[in-house]
């Protein structure tokens, strides 16, 4: 999904430029609190974005970027009203709107928690309009950090599709199955770590679905889907507590009585899903 924001990556290492862009007449800012929940209209549809009216503080104001020529800057700031956080809300925003509130989330979350310099210790600071952060101890230039992690819809010779319990999730959710990338992993060899580890299943083909930012506080979600080579599983018990394949209708129906539920709308295990569901992941 492509979105429109004009990321300035040009322009935002001058200070200057970007202070001019925040006195724009129509400058608008994003207000986010301190779980990175940002305010919203209409029951979380629209992000509410206001005009700036203090000065600029680059230490403070983050520029996103320009949305047809409009300045879009985020600020951590008490907030009022309807507040809700990116799970909440990103399905009914457009995409321009879900890119800038997982933009806001991801770079409020980083400056929030990465004030000092990972190499010598020293503080750092923001520059690039809020891209990135300078240390003066040690002349390194500091990005946000982003944490892959694989997500991965697994089908059987059946075209059943697998899902699981997590020991610690609420009620009868269900879901497909998800794990971090590790350090020198491929996305192709974290699938199989993790789906081996889970619930003991072989791949015969992996494939890319498709990805989504996931800013609480700091994950890209890598999507795929994968072909078992048989339908026998056996779940580790410690992460997974409960997995089973599901035909198209057995999932309509325990769905429509009550018996499982599936994952917010917002994610991409829900798109994965729904493409199974609707016979698109061939
Ligand atoms: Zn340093």
């Keep these: 999904m492509a979105s429109d924001l004009d990321r300035v990556d040009e322009h935002r290492r001058s200070a200057e430029w970007v202070a001019h862009l925040w006195r724009s007449p129509d400058a608008k800012l994003l207000k986010l609190d301190q779980q990175s929940r940002f305010t919203t209209n209409a029951g979380g549809s629209k992000l509410r974005m206001v005009k700036p009216f203090v000065e600029y503080d680059s230490q403070r104001h983050r520029l996103l970027g320009l949305l047809d020529e409009v300045p879009i800057f985020a600020v951590e700031a008490l907030t009022e009203g309807d507040v809700h956080d990116f799970r909440e809300v990103a399905h009914q925003l457009t995409d321009n709107e879900r890119d800038i509130a997982a933009?806001?989330?991801?770079?409020?979350?980083?400056?929030?928690?990465?004030?000092?310099?990972?190499?010598?210790g020293a503080e750092t600071r923001v520059i690039n309009g809020g891209y990135a952060r300078h240390c003066a101890g040690c002349d390194l230039e500091l990005f946000p950090r982003t944490d892959p992690a694989v997500i991965v819809?697994?089908?059987?010779?059946?075209?059943?599709?697998?899902?699981?319990?997590?020991?610690?999730?609420?009620?009868?959710?269900?879901?497909?199955?998800?794990?971090?990338?590790?350090?020198?992993?491929?996305?192709?060899?974290?699938?199989?770590?993790?789906m081996a580890e889970e619930v003991d299943v072989r791949l015969s083909e992996v494939n890319y679905f498709g990805s989504q930012p996931w800013p609480m506080p700091r994950s890209l979600m890598l999507g795929f889907w994968a072909r078992a080579e048989s339908s026998d599983i056996s779940v580790d018990g410690e992460e997974i507590g409960f997995a089973a394949w599901f035909s198209r209708d057995e999932l309509t129906q325990k769905l429509a009585a009550g018996e499982i539920s599936l994952p917010t709308k917002s994610s991409i295990a829900h798109r994965l899903v729904q493409a199974w569901r609707d016979g698109e992941l061939t």
């Design 103 to 120: 933009t806001a989330a991801g770079m409020i979350n980083w400056h929030r928690s990465e004030p000092h310099c990972p190499r010598c």
């Design 153 to 194: 819809a697994i089908i059987d010779p059946e075209d059943r599709l697998l899902l699981g319990h997590q020991v610690n999730w609420q009620g009868n959710r269900l879901s497909v199955f998800a794990g971090f990338v590790e350090s020198g992993e491929s996305l192709e060899q974290a699938v199989h770590r993790e």
